[in-house]
């Protein structure tokens, strides 16, 4: 099987790469239309700022491709917020996959420090990406932006609010946490990512 990472500017490659080969998976990493096109699946990890991220993927013609996909898509972190339709960070245009728009945590509570950086647990799963894994299970997050509850939500999690920590739509799924930082729990999703 031919699990293909995109690379752009957004590091978290390295450590997602041992995940998959802890799995049992080597992965291709290429920023190249055919490798992408050619894989059986499709991981879109990210670390980063959505504007530098998205100039990256339209001078590659990435953007293009990646709404081209037929095959089950992962997109982590950055990757699923840029596959929303709109980022508040520096005002981005995104790919628009899913209709639901990113914005930045707005904190009432001093105790809630912005950007959330740890473990959080997800709930109301849907779909067979949370296969065997138990509503409240605990994920780990980074991050200052999130994408809103909407039509194509499949986990939620709480922090200044309810907001979407998966969503899936056709053969895109995005998840906000890192699963190779989850732990068995991020194990069991990529592997559920990996026997779609």
């Known amino acids: 099987m031919k699990i293909v990472m995109i690379k752009y500017n957004a590091g978290n490659v390295q450590s997602l790469k041992y995940a998959l080969e802890r799995i049992g998976i080597t992965p291709v990493i290429s920023d190249e239309p055919g ?24 001078e590659k013609g990435l953007d293009e491709i990646i709404q081209q996909v037929s095959q089950p898509f992962l997109g982590i972190c950055l990757g699923m917020q840029l596959m929303c339709s709109h980022s508040e960070e520096n005002d981005t245009p995104c790919l628009g996959i899913f209709p639901e728009k990113v914005k930045l ?4 509570d001093s105790s809630q420090k ?4 740890g473990w959080n647990n997800i709930r109301d799963l849907k ?6 894994i138990s509503d409240n299970s605990y994920s780990y997050f980074v991050h200052s932006y999130f994408a809103d509850l909407g039509s194509d939500t499949i986990a939620t999690s709480d922090y200044c609010g309810a907001y979407s920590s998966a969503l899936h739509k056709q053969n895109f799924y995005g998840v906000q946490f890192h699963p190779e930082k989850s732990a068995s729990v991020g194990e069991s999703i990529l592997k559920n990512f990996i026997n779609l």
């Open 35 to 58: 490798e992408i096109l050619s894989a059986d699946k499709i991981i879109f990890p990210g670390v980063g700022e959505a504007s530098s991220a998205m100039k990256y993927l339209k």
């Open 105 to 108: 945590f707005k904190s009432t």
């Open 114 to 117: 912005i950007p959330q950086i």
């Open 127 to 132: 779909s067979d990406l949370f296969k065997n």
